[in-house]
C-alpha cells in the first residue's frame, strides 16, 4: 500500500488521470466507483476530459460499492441518483453498463447476484474508495468480515450521524444499505483511495502505524498489491513526519 500527501486539487487530478489511462488503455474497462463528497472532484475533472475529446466511456461498464436499502434511484439522496448527476449524465456511458446495487425488492438475493455481475463483466479494473472517519469502506462498518461480499448491512450511528447532513433529518436517514463486501473490494485489480479533511486523520492514521484488523475495515487494504492512499495535509495530520 502506498500514501500520497497532496493537495486536494492534485489528487482529484491525478486520480482522474489514472482513470484516463485504465480507460484509453483499455476502452472496455471495468470501473468500481464510489459515492460520497471524496470523489466529486475526479468526477468532475472525468467530465471535463471527456469533453475536451480525451477520454470515451462509450464501452466502459461500471459497479458502484454501495446503495441504500429503500431509496429508489429518483430518490435525491440515493447513491444512483448521485452517480447519474454527478457524472453518468455527463458522459458518453451507456447507462445500461451502469451498476449500482439495488436498495429496493428482494434485497438479499440482489446482494448475491452483484459479485456474480461483475466477475461475469470480467473483474474491477480501476475501483476509486472514500473513507468513512470511522474506518469503513464502502458501508463495510468496523467488525465486518474480511471474508464479506455484497451484504446488507445495519448502518452505525456515527455512520446515520455522519450522513445526516444530506437528509431533512435523521429520521429519514436510512437505517440500513447494500454493501459491496470488503473481499469483493480487494478483487479489484487497481485501488485508489480518497481521505481528506481533518474527520479523517485518525482513520487515516490506524490505517498506516497497524496491522489488518476488523476494527479499521479499511486496513484490509494493506494486503491489496497495488492501491494507493491518498490523503491531504489535514487528513495526514496524525502521521508521524
Ligand atoms: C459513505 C459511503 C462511503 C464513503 C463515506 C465517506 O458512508 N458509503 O462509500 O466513502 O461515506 O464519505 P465522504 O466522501 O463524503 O467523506
Redesign the pocket.
Known amino acids: 500500500m502506498k500514501l500520497r500527501i497532496l493537495t486536494r486539487n492534485e489528487i482529484d487530478r491525478e486520480i482522474a488521470d489514472i482513470f484516463i489511462d485504465v480507460v484509453n488503455n483499455k476502452p472496455g474497462s471495468i470501473l468500481g466507483l464510489?459515492?460520497?463528497?471524496?470523489?466529486l472532484g475526479v468526477y468532475k475533472n472525468l467530465v471535463n476530459a471527456f469533453k475536451e475529446g480525451k477520454v470515451s466511456f462509450k464501452n466502459v461498464k461500471s459497479f458502484n460499492?454501495?446503495e441504500y436499502v429503500g431509496l429508489d434511484g429518483n430518490h435525491d439522496q440515493s447513491?444512483r441518483y448521485f452517480m447519474n448527476t454527478n457524472l453518468f449524465n455527463h458522459i458518453d456511458i451507456d447507462k445500461n453498463n451502469t451498476n449500482v446495487p439495488n436498495g429496493l425488492g428482494n434485497v438479499e438475493l440482489n446482494a448475491k447476484q452483484y459479485d456474480k455481475m461483475i466477475e461475469a463483466a470480467g473483474g474491477i479494473d480501476l475501483q476509486i474508495?472514500?473513507?468513512?472517519?470511522n474506518g469503513?469502506?464502502?458501508?463495510n462498518e468496523p467488525g465486518t468480515s474480511f471474508n464479506s461480499l455484497t451484504h446488507i448491512v445495519e448502518l452505525t450511528q456515527q455512520?446515520r450521524n455522519?450522513?445526516a447532513r444530506f437528509f431533512a433529518s435523521i429520521n429519514e436517514v436510512p437505517t440500513h444499505?447494500i454493501?459491496m463486501g470488503l473481499a469483493s473490494i480487494m478483487k479489484a485489480k487497481k485501488i485508489v483511495l480518497?481521505a481528506t479533511?481533518a474527520?479523517?486523520a485518525q482513520a487515516i492514521k490506524t490505517l498506516m502505524d497497524d496491522e489488518p484488523n476488523v476494527e479499521l475495515p479499511a486496513s484490509i487494504l494493506r494486503r491489496h498489491k497495488d492501491c494507493t492512499i491518498f490523503v491531504d495535509q489535514e487528513a495526514a495530520s496524525l502521521l508521524k513526519k
Do not use: E, V
Open positions: 464510489a459515492t460520497g463528497s471524496s470523489p460499492l454501495d447513491y474508495l472514500g473513507i468513512g472517519s469503513h469502506i464502502a458501508f455512520t455522519d450522513n444499505a454493501t480518497i479533511g474527520n479523517k
